[in-house]
């Protein structure tokens, strides 16, 4: 259209100049530029709309894709980033893609294709005018790579720095209760300003470049299109070229270099879009432990699904994984374990066997960093041990499918997670198809039915992101009926009890005894009083099984775990 356009209007021109046509003879060549205009205009808006519509595909795949392998490498990944880190790629990362396949990818294939196709109509009329376009061409991607190699550097810096913003705001939007209570509140807003300083001077800097580069280019094509100019007119002040041949392509040169420029304009939405899609790719890139499907996530849509939270089938290392569904209480046996967390100097396990028993209730005990934590992460394949095995019955734990797994074991964490929505949805979490009779029950039996019933909406009330307004008691009662509603003969407990006043305490813990009844159960204790109730006690120290025995045998033996008892200290 561009080449029809240019050849159309010199037609014209040279009829009207040259040959003395009125606006009658002219008006069906007029008619036909018209027809030419509108569709290089429809062309140009239905390639536009292609183009977004393609970048909101990507986007929502990449997006898609991003949450599949967050959710598949699991904590063994997360627990080293930050929410701001890990949030900046999932929105501004993707984000900043949509100008580069919206805009840059598409103007690429137009600054290849379109100087190309006016090249091969030039060369026939005019050998000269071909040859100062070829060889002016390469001027402008020239400049564009050696400015843009500095704008893709300052893009990263840029990038970062963004990320290293959003951690240091999230971080301190998710603590200000405690930098108020602390009166730490200035001197964080001193450490938002500095991360604020260092992306707005990154963010100059590559506008720097990119308005440097807009100059270089603009200046670039304007001497070139002069110098087409200039010889062409030369030649046809001696008559050495035909008018209408001379028009043509004095016509056409801005078109042939427009390409390029806009290129170089949207050379720094490529540059941003690498610089994001790097950052994406390099979560993209891990191998994960298992592989698994984003729960609640539609394989069609982004929308969250509030009563599909159950994981999907993964695959696992080691073993052909099998769905097996576990229904009675299983004995799970821990044999020479060793497991090292990456970056770490000390062993996380060493050489740690020990059995929980069905129908029993295992407490770990030890000091902080002792292994006790580490232990329920392999138990909930969250991790893979280095060497050793775990055994449910006769089963390797390796062999059996993660998300079977998963959903034989229910876990009440020392501080469970509660997301925004309903309270049922935050009970159903557990159990994505259970009943309102079975939610009634569950809420029973943790102590908080009379609660929920005092709520004005009962189990319809909006809870916020982790459940600010609840006290630490009712966030404990809500994961522990989470854990009554799941029903799964494995329980894995990290003191529940803990941080409370002593008569609520008391009352979690008598709902924590009937819990553990008829399950497996593996305990973290701190306190005594928890650990007396064990059937059998586990006492860790450095990664290692020092004593393993009943509450009162471990006693007779007057070992480390009598020390602790006679001190009276609390095992953390």
């Known amino acids: 259209m561009i080449i029809a356009q240019a050849a159309s209007l010199s037609q014209v021109i040279a009829e009207v100049f040259l040959g003395g046509q009125t606006l009658s003879q002219v008006s069906p060549l007029l008619g036909i530029l018209l027809v030419i205009i509108l569709g290089r205009s429809l062309l140009t808006i239905l390639a536009e709309g292609v183009a977004a519509t393609a970048a909101i595909s990507i986007k929502t795949s990449l997006r898609e894709e991003l949450f599949r392998r967050l959710f598949a490498l699991g904590p063994a ?9 890990l949030a900046t790629r999932a929105l501004q990362g993707v984000d900043n893609l949509e100008a580069y396949f919206s805009q840059y990818l598409p103007q690429l294939v137009l600054a290849a294709v379109i100087p190309l196709s006016i090249l091969v109509f030039v060369f026939p009329l005019d ?50 209760a405690a930098l108020k209570a602390l009166n730490q509140s200035q001197a964080r807003a001193g450490k938002i300003k500095q ?94 432990t298992n592989n698994a499907r984003v729960p609640g996530i539609d394989s069609d849509s982004l929308t969250p699904r509030s009563r599909d939270f159950a994981t999907q089938p993964q695959e696992g290392r080691g073993h052909p994984q099998q769905n097996i569904k576990i229904t009675n209480p299983p004995a799970i046996i821990f044999q020479k374990i060793n497991f090292h967390y990456p970056g770490r100097a000390n062993d996380a396990l060493n050489d740690t066997s020990f059995t929980a028993y069905p129908n029993q209730v295992t407490a770990l ?97 909006v809870l916020d992101e982790r459940a600010v307004k609840l006290s630490g008691g009712q966030a404990q009662r809500l994961a522990l ?16 009890a803990s941080h409370l006043d002593l008569d609520l305490e008391d009352r979690i813990e008598n709902t924590v005894c009937r819990l553990c009844q008829g399950r497996t159960v593996i305990l973290i204790a701190h306190r005594m009083q928890t650990v007396q109730r064990a059937d059998q006690v586990v006492v860790l120290e450095s990664g290692r099984v020092i004593e393993c025995g009943s509450h009162f045998d471990l006693l007779a033996s007057r070992g480390l775990y009598a020390r602790f008892f006679s001190s009276g200290s609390k095992m953390a």
């Open 365 to 461: 005990v030890g000091a902080s960093g002792s292994g006790k934590s580490t232990c329920l992460q392999l138990l909930l394949r969250f991790f893979e041990p280095q060497s050793g095995q775990i055994n449910v019955d006769d089963r390797p734990l390796n062999s059996t499918d993660p998300a079977a797994w998963r959903r034989s074991v229910a876990w009440v964490p020392q501080q469970p997670y509660l997301f925004q929505g309903t309270l049922a949805d935050n009970l159903r979490i557990a159990k994505d198809n259970a009943t309102e009779v079975e939610i009634r029950r569950a809420v029973q039996l943790a102590e908080l039915a009379e609660w929920v019933e005092s709520l004005p909406q009962g189990f319809n009330t």
């Open 481 to 496: 009926a989470r854990a009554f509603l799941k029903d799964a003969p494995v329980l894995l407990l990290d003191e529940p």
């Open 195 to 288: 991360a604020s300083d260092r992306y707005r001077i990154t963010t100059m800097s590559v506008l720097r470049i990119t308005f440097l580069s807009s100059l270089a280019l603009e200046l670039v094509a304007a001497i070139s299109t002069a110098v087409v100019a200039v010889e062409i007119g030369l030649r046809l002040l001696y008559g050495q070229l035909a008018f209408q041949q001379a028009f043509f392509i004095l016509v056409i040169t801005p078109d042939f270099y427009l390409p390029l420029r806009q290129l170089g304009l949207r050379f720094h939405a490529g540059a941003t879009g690498i610089s994001a899609a790097r950052a994406i790719f390099e979560i993209l890139d891990i191998p994960p």
């Open 127 to 176: 050998a000269l005018s071909g040859i100062v376009l070829l060889v002016t061409a390469p001027l402008i991607p020239l400049f564009m790579v050696l400015i843009g190699s500095t704008a893709e550097s300052l893009t990263r810096r840029q990038f970062s720095a963004l990320s290293r913003m959003s951690a240091v705001f999230l971080d301190t939007l998710q603590g200000f």
């Open 77 to 85: 990944y997360l627990q080293g980033q930050t929410s701001g880190y």
